[in-house]
């Protein structure tokens, strides 16, 4: 059931729900980790409940989900604890982003888990952690993503505020959490001893504030959102052509005389408001009029062709079609398709005959060692895996 | 010199530049690795010259290189590369950001390494990975964010063109080569195998399109960018009131109906255009004026107040200057302070009188079984370590 990979015989005990703990546990599955997650009878995941919907089923729970089990417990029923406490006892880590004090009033808090279950790992992904003055306080992607700075730098400058597209509060803190949980396995396969992982989405905001932060520190002025630009590295911005745009990201001195020579104005590079990059983010808005005064006369694919073949790093802007569509992503494999439930494995996508199959992103760490399978299990159905798991218990 | 933490032993040779691969080894270091940095004589990472600067210092550089050590090391020059080979004999991984090719064109690609340190983890981040069309191709965190579908969703409807305003392409590949390699760790201690590691840039945005993608491929409508709102949970944006923002997100029905009491407009509850998610989701448009009519009459403070004793889940948008000053990124040491080189240790921030130090972002991995501090040491000048480094080698 689980796919090959360096975490093959890692048994994940999966308590979360809706984003960024299902999103840690993904992480996890995709490395080769068996995923068991442990749902509320007759009602699961809310995440099952989220749109949109495929003959049925929610795309988006599958997006997070595929490849896990599940089973339903309800850690209330003496019954269903027994069933749990086995699985605890067989399982590596235990994950879960209940709000702090929650697994605790169930009797699984970490001093009782780490006494009864001395070889378990467990990992609380929250809002804002286990401590500090709003660990009780609800939390969502938009309210961290507000709290932690990264909205004031999105955007544009003046403009109404800006959330980062994606749920970057939630996938952030999956991502730190699920190397938390790496980091915890490899330290208790070196010493035996079993750890507890405690990630906040707030906090992970802030540690992906990067140069905002240096900026504050360093100048004392306050950054605020610079639209598509770079705020110290010029040109490396979106600029209008004559269809649409392109991003151009030339970092040093040599790419820019050589993209002004690529739009027939060469003489920019020599133009003493623009000399150094320091000038150049100086005069931003100077060179952008001039830049776009030269893009404005020909198509973005005009550009990219003549940029990219200069050796310019640049781009479209693709739409999410686009991106599915790019040849670089199906490479990569980045884009896998879910058996059906019950369904007989089948080869590469769209190599053999059958309905279209739910479609979701792939896993981005490519190992040597490992196959990168383009079809993988799909998410389980509310409690599907019971049985199997409950016979495995003895 | 290395940080207590569950990677405590592991020796970390690091090739990387700039951001995406410097990222990736300072979560490694903040697990406890010992990073040595190798970096070209005289010259050293670019990102040394990176502004914005402290006291001649980097700010930019030293939060991406706190913690590491550094050695200056030409790999075509015949003596260095002895130096480098018997680094490689005692470092348990090899992290690079090379352009793919450019590690074997040194003699050291990636079966030359396995044959001749067969417990060598290479992890080799890019911009486009390994393999496929784009993979000799330039990037930046920009192109990767408008080729891998993120700009398309960010910003505002109709408006201009939106970056991210941090450097998701470089943090987010940062991210996971920290995950696969220390997957990669833990493989090897159970099983003696050491792996490769290939992460790409433009991959790791798609692995962040969330329900972007899955929108797309249950709908087959390509999403856009919706300013602060959700695509399918309403309410869930940022609101205007007398004197700012307020961002709520009251993702079910019983929270709106509970917002609606506290801004005074509960019969908005009952309105049969707002009855459910998926009515108020359509009717978006609509429901935020009528929010706003309310909002609008007092200050974000005052709102605040309200909401959250009402256990609404809502927010300020702060700026990275109020992010500084929040009490909860205090309480969970998420800005730590940078030792100066040579520095004596200190105590905790602001406990002790000295100059004001460099301060940067910390650590959201919280172990319970290893200490957080306050206080890190700095980035490396360049070389800084060469001599006890050289001394180790015997």
């Known amino acids: 059931m689980s796919l090959p990979g360096p975490l093959a015989g890692v048994t994940i005990l999966d308590l979360t729900r809706v984003l960024a703990g299902p999103y840690a546990t993904l992480l996890l599955a995709d490395l080769g980790a068996r995923v068991i997650k442990v749902e509320r009878p007759g009602v699961g995941d809310d995440a099952r409940r989220i749109g949109p919907f495929v003959a049925g089923r929610s795309a988006y729970f599958e997006s997070v989900n595929r490849g896990k089990q599940s089973i339903a417990l309800d850690l209330r029923d003496p019954g269903d604890r027994e069933v749990f406490e086995k699985l605890l006892a067989r399982s590596d880590v235990l994950v879960e982003n209940f709000r702090p004090g929650a697994l605790e009033r169930l009797g699984y808090g970490w001093d009782t888990l780490h006494e009864?279950?001395?070889?378990?790992?467990?990992?609380?992904?929250?809002?804002?952690?286990?401590?500090?003055?709003?660990?009780?306080?609800?939390?969502?992607?938009?309210?961290?993503?507000?709290?932690?700075?990264?909205?004031?730098?999105?955007?544009?400058?003046?403009?109404?505020?800006?959330?980062?597209?994606?749920?970057?509060?939630?996938?952030?803190?999956?991502?730190?959490?699920a190397l938390g949980v790496a980091a915890a396995l490899l330290h208790r396969e070196r010493t035996g001893e079993a750890i507890q992982v405690d990630v906040a989405m707030l906090d992970c905001q802030v540690a992906l504030l990067e140069n905002a932060l240096a900026r504050l520190l360093a100048t004392g002025e306050t950054p605020g959102p610079l639209g598509a630009r770079h705020p110290s590295i010029t040109p490396f911005d979106a600029f209008r052509t004559a269809d649409g745009h392109v991003v151009i990201a030339a970092g040093h001195d040599a790419l820019f005389a050589t993209a002004c020579e690529v739009l027939g104005r060469a003489e920019l590079a020599r133009d003493p408001r623009f000399a150094t990059n320091e000038l150049r983010t100086r005069n931003e808005a100077a060179l952008k009029a001039e830049l776009e005064g030269a893009l404005g006369r020909d198509s973005t694919q005009h550009w990219l062709a003549k940029l990219s073949a200069a050796g310019i790093p640049?781009?479209?802007i693709q739409n999410v079609a686009q991106v599915l569509a790019d040849p670089q992503v199906a490479a990569r494999n980045m884009i896998v398709e879910l058996a059906e439930p019950?369904?007989?494995?089948?080869?590469?996508?769209?190599?053999?005959?059958?309905?279209?199959?739910?479609?979701?992103?792939?896993?981005?760490?490519?190992?040597?060692?490992f196959p990168d399978p383009p079809v993988r299990p799909p998410a389980p159905d509310l409690d599907a895996d019971a049985k199997r798991i409950r016979s495995e218990l003895g």
Request: net charge positive.
């Open 314 to 316: 640049c781009a479209p």
């Open 116 to 177: 009864r279950f001395p070889r378990l790992v467990h990992a609380a992904t929250s809002g804002f952690g286990q401590t500090g003055p709003y660990a009780q306080r609800p939390a969502y992607d938009l309210v961290v993503q507000a709290l932690g700075g990264l909205m004031s730098v999105t955007g544009q400058p003046g403009g109404p505020p800006t959330r980062v597209g994606t749920s970057i509060g939630d996938l952030a803190a999956g991502l730190f959490t």
């Open 342 to 369: 019950g369904d007989a494995p089948r080869g590469a996508a769209g190599t053999e005959a059958g309905p279209p199959r739910l479609r979701t992103a792939g896993n981005p760490i490519k190992l040597s060692a």
